[in-house]
């Protein structure tokens, strides 16, 4: 807990507002620690701290991974902190309720002029979610937890996460699973004093045909299902979804995916049916209607 440098882990494929796009290395996290039930809950906090605190001393901090929009660190007593992270990730992840990992506080800094600015978030710590090392066995009972957590977050909290894939779920030290990175994420019903929806990058990977068109536009609960389905895939996979043939623009051809790869009979419909809503490119290989390319 010592050494900022060390230990960085999940590769970015996000592409933020404003960015060059370039071409996504995978965004696979790998867990270095394991969040146990019995580790003592994280201590009371206001609802904002100083970026001055104890708790962000930077002697303590240790790097859980680089990401799009900086660092996500380990704090002690169970926290972790999110850098650059946005007063509207934070109302997000409290209104996603336990479909999100627990949010404990704003951080706050101090400018020299004297104005506070928000410098990110502090959160109960959880363990990431490596999606590629799913034993074949577990795989059914995952998917059902994926598929469950995306319906209850659109459903009872009438919410779009905007940017589903495996490396924005963790566990929760309950066991289940649960999203992190809000940053995307909107109420589908308007809400009195919270900060609008605003473009915050996207991941190139699981993006839908429709974003892919207009990939500034709001996420809806449809755009939530083809990640989904692009993330059952690399469940059922063990790799990442292909890249789009041109990321300079992330306009234009997917590379194939191919579904003959996804072995369960269930989850290949699954995720077909989903890819064919949205009209994606779908094409037969052989004889056998069970294998295809999709786009
Ligand atoms: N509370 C947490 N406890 C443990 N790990 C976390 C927590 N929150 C995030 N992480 C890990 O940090 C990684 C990056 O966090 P997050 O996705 O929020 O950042 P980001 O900048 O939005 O990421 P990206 O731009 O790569 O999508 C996640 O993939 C997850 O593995
Ligand atoms: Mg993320």
Redesign the pocket.
């Known amino acids: 807990m010592d050494n900022l440098q060390h230990q960085s882990t ?1 590769g ?3 592409v933020g507002s404003g960015d060059k796009p370039s071409p996504p290395p995978s ?1 696979r ?1 790998s867990p270095t620690y394991t969040v146990a039930p019995t580790l003592p809950q994280p201590p009371y906090l206001p609802d904002t701290v100083l970026e001055s605190d104890e708790i962000l001393n930077p002697a303590n901090l240790e790097v ?2 680089i ?4 660092y ?1 660190y380990r704090c002690p007593a169970g926290c ?1 902190y ?1 850098m650059h992270a946005s007063r509207h990730e934070f109302d997000m992840m409290r209104a996603a309720g336990d479909c999100s ?1 627990r949010p404990l506080s704003r951080v706050l800094r101090r400018t020299k002029t004297g104005q506070i600015r928000q410098r990110g978030i502090l ?7 490596d999606v590629q090392a799913v034993a074949p066995c577990d795989r059914g009972a995952v998917k059902d937890e994926m598929v469950a957590l995306v319906d209850r977050l659109h459903d009872e909290y009438n919410m779009v996460h905007g ?1 589903i894939k495996p ?2 779920l ?1 566990r929760h030290r309950d066991g289940t699973l649960r999203f ?2 809000f ?1 995307n994420a909107r109420r589908t019903i308007p809400h009195d004093g919270e900060q609008p929806w605003d473009f915050a ?1 996207h ?1 190139s990977r699981y993006l839908s045909p429709r974003r892919r068109l207009g990939h500034e536009s709001p996420p809806t609960k449809d755009d939530d299902r083809y990640a989904l389905a692009a993330s059952l895939w690399e469940l059922y996979t063990g790799e990442d979804p292909p890249a789009h043939e041109d990321d300079w623009t992330v306009v234009g051809p997917r590379k194939p995916m191919d579904l003959a790869a996804v072995a369960d009979d269930d989850a290949r419909e699954y995720i077909r049916l989903i890819f064919e809503q949205h009209s994606a490119r779908v094409a037969t290989r052989g004889a056998t209607a069970k294998r295809g390319l999709c786009e």
């Open positions: 999940a970015s494929s996000h965004p996290p859980i991974a990401c799009g929009s900086g996500v972790a999110k990992v959160m109960e710590l959880a363990t990431p979610f940017d490396a924005n963790v992190c990175d940053d990058g991941t």
